[in-house]
Nanobody, 123 residues
Framework: QIELVESGGELVHAGESLRLSCVAS????????MSWYRQVSGKQRELVAR???????QYSDSVKGRFTISRDNMKKAVYLQMNNLKPEDTAAYYC?????????????????WGQGTQVTVSS
């Protein structure tokens, strides 16, 4: 079984910083695309930042210049550095990744989500 586990979310004040981590475990060949999403209760989940399958980086307009996504392939991890946090960043943050398993790429069975980590920014 492949799993993604997020960590790092907590209560902070506006203007402070956090770094979220997402670590993969299990059996797979390669981690392809890796993404961070966030969701507020009652609203749709939205993309925050991601590495595409070609390792290009994309950001939501609302976080450009403040958030930085990075990855460590040896640690099988993706990170989200969040600077100058704002109350509107408050949400549950989820890690998503696509895996190649036994030479198979693009299967929906290997598109995995973590359980989420809560980020709360007070004013």
């Amino acid at each position: 079984q492949i799993e993604l586990v997020e960590s790092g979310g907590e209560l902070v004040h506006a203007g402070e910083s956090l770094r979220l981590s997402c670590v993969a475990s299990g059996t797979f060949d390669v981690i392809n695309a890796m993404s961070w999403y966030r969701q507020v209760s009652g609203k749709q989940r939205e993309l925050v930042a991601r590495f595409t399958s070609d390792n290009l980086i994309q950001y939501s307009d609302s976080v450009k210049g403040r958030f930085t996504i990075s990855r460590d392939n040896m640690k099988k991890a993706v990170y989200l550095q969040m600077n100058n946090l704002k109350p509107e960043d408050t949400a549950a943050y989820y890690c998503n990744a696509d895996f190649t398993v036994n030479g198979i790429t693009g299967s929906e069975f290997y598109d995995i989500w973590g359980q989420g980590t809560q980020v709360t920014v007070s004013s």
